[in-house]
Each structure stands twice: as C-alpha cells, then as structure tokens.
C-alpha cells in the first residue's frame, strides 16, 4: 500500500475507533440510565454533564498538546481513562455516584474528539496528499454502523451490554492512537529567543471569529437534535420514516467529508463556512413550514452542508491559520465555544419548542445568519490584511 494511502487509513481507524464509542454512548446510555430507575429529571441532568464538562476542560486539556506532553499522550490518557471509568458503572445504582462517574468519564471523552482532529490536521498540512475528508469520514461510517449495531445488542442482552461496548472500545482507540499518531520529538531550543520560545503564540482576530462563526453555525443544529424526533412523531410519521431521515442526514455527510475534505490543508475553509451557514439558515426556515415527507428528506441531506461543509471549512481554517505552536490550544476553543454554544441553543430550544412547536426551528436559522455574517467580515478582513497560512496573525 502507498505510504500516504496507508496513514490516511491509520488517520481513519483512529477516528473509526472513537466515533464507535460515541455511537454507542450517544443513543444509548440513556436508555441505560433509565434501566437505573433514574427519573427524567435525573437523566436529564445526567445527559447535560458532559455538555458542561466539554465547555469548561476541551480548551485547557487540548492545549497540552502544544506542550511536551504532546497529543499522542493525550489521546492515550483519555482512553485509557475511559477504559477504567465506564466499567465502574456497573458496580453503582445511586444517582449521585453515576453523576460522580459520568463528569471523570466526560473529562477524557471531551479531549478524544478535538484531538483527533487536532493529530489529521496537522498530518494533512505535512502531506498535501492527505484527504482529511476521507479520515473524518470514516468517523461518520462507524458512527452510523454503531448505532445499528447497538440497537441489536440493546435488544438482545439488554442495557448492561452498553456498558460493557463502552468499556471495550477504548481498546480499540488505544490502539489506533499507538499505530496512528507518531510521538513527538521536540523542536530544538532557539538560545539567541527564549523570551519569544516561552510565550504562548496569540491567536489571530480573524481566527476568533471563524471560530466563533463555525460554532454559532453548529449551534443551530440544537433543536433539530433534541426535538426533530419528538417533532416528526408529533406530526405522524412513522418510526421507520424517522429512521430513513436520519440516515439520509448521515449518508449526506459522508460524502460530502469524502468529496470536500480536501479542502483541509489546501485552503482557508472560509467559502465552505459561508456554504454551511447559509445553508443552515435555509434548511431550518424551511424545516418550521411543516414540510411533507420528500421535501424534509432533502432537508436532511442539507446536513452535509449545515454540519459537514461547516466543519470542513472550520478545519481548514484552524490548519490554516492557527499558529504551529497553538494548534491544540486553538482546536480546544473551539471545541469549548461550540460546546457552549450548543448547550446554550438546545436549553432554548427547550423553552421554545413548548411554546411554537415546529417554529423552533426557525428560532435556530438566526444562528446561521450570525454565522454567515461574522464569515463575510472575515472574508472583506482577509482582503485588507491578508496572512500567510499558519501564521495566526
């Protein structure tokens, strides 16, 4: 196999392995907690825990990728921790010793993600030949395949089994970190620059707000997430239509992370984000007239702009960019801000939904407008202080 062929597929395995936890976390540890005897209201505040976690670690504990610790040790931590953390729940019923262990847990999911992101980045910056596309989209598939997979084991053995998928997996991530990511060597000190070498590099006020405008644009996703299902039950469709809508969303995405993935590494991602907030803006103005069936499936596969061209885009503009010596530390904010930002977006979608129904949706299209606009201040800055790739200012 070609050398660049053979780390594009290492690259994948290692998102692979960490998009199988969460297609399994994601729709199924709730139906483990609620096996617990669990009310709604705990779970709910169960389900929000990782949400607040992500917000207030993402930033700082990605930084120390930028730092002799290095991504490699970073990424085996959060296995490792949660290869420890989530067999532990099989030994606890009590509510507040669940909450306990899911914030420990959550603390080494929320670097997995970013820091992957973080490791194809920069691999895709040293060899152009690299589609980040084609990596991250193999995150996509085994998301997809985990959720089906999980449906079956749920049914057949119960929810004790998500547990124990959950505390398997991390073997496998463990591995794709060892084989994918290289160890850092460290740069050589500059003797005749120590004051600049200590100094943390400054992040650019055009990255601040492709940063900002990539995570208000993922924001609008809110409510779609939280209620599209409860939604679409609401109006009649039946479950396996639901189904059909979602996986139209994923097959959407994947080929759009195949087909413009390689954008990362080549270009500054602005137009891709100026595409995806536009598009989010589009499809959930849209989404609120209660479209029928086949319209709201070609809403769907507007996911693979409104999310997948977004976070293309926001890749791209993080390698180009985002300073060699702050990539972690760039990749952690905006795993934070968008955090923030989604937390903040499906609590009001929650107040809203009550109220109008369908027309929370259009409640989320301003995120996407927020989005385009901070995109075309960007674009008119661009024009009047242009800046070399990597350079962060």
Known sequence: MHPLKALEFRLGALHAASFTSHGIYLPFFPLWLQSKALSPTVIGFVVAIPIIVRILATAPLLSLADRSFGARRLLLASHLGQLIGFPLFLLVDNGILIMALVALVAIAQSCIIPGNDLVSTNAVQKHPGLNYGRIRGAGSVAFFVANIVGGYLVGAFGPDVVIVALALIPILGISATLIAVPKEVPEPADPDDPPRRNAPAKLSGILWLVLVAGAVTQASHGALNAFGSIYWRSTGFSDEVI???????????????????????????????????????????????????????????????????????????????????????????????SALAIAASTIVSGMIYAQAGAGVFAAMAPLGAIGFLLMLVVVRLQKTQPQRAGSGG
């Open 243 to 337: 189904g059909y809508f979602w996986a139209a969303g994923v097959i959407a995405e994947i080929l759009v992370f195949i087909y413009l993935g390689r954008h990362v590494g080549r270009t500054s991602g602005v137009g891709l984000i100026l595409l995806g907030s536009a598009a989010a803006v589009i499809r959930f103005t849209i989404m609120s007239l209660e479209p029928g069936a086949e319209v709201m499936v070609v809403l769907q596969t507007m996911h693979s702009l409104s999310f997948a061209a977004t976070h293309i885009g926001t890749m791209a503009a993080l390698a180009a960019l985002a300073p060699m010596t702050a990539r972690g530390r760039a990749q952690g904010i905006f795993g934070s801000l």
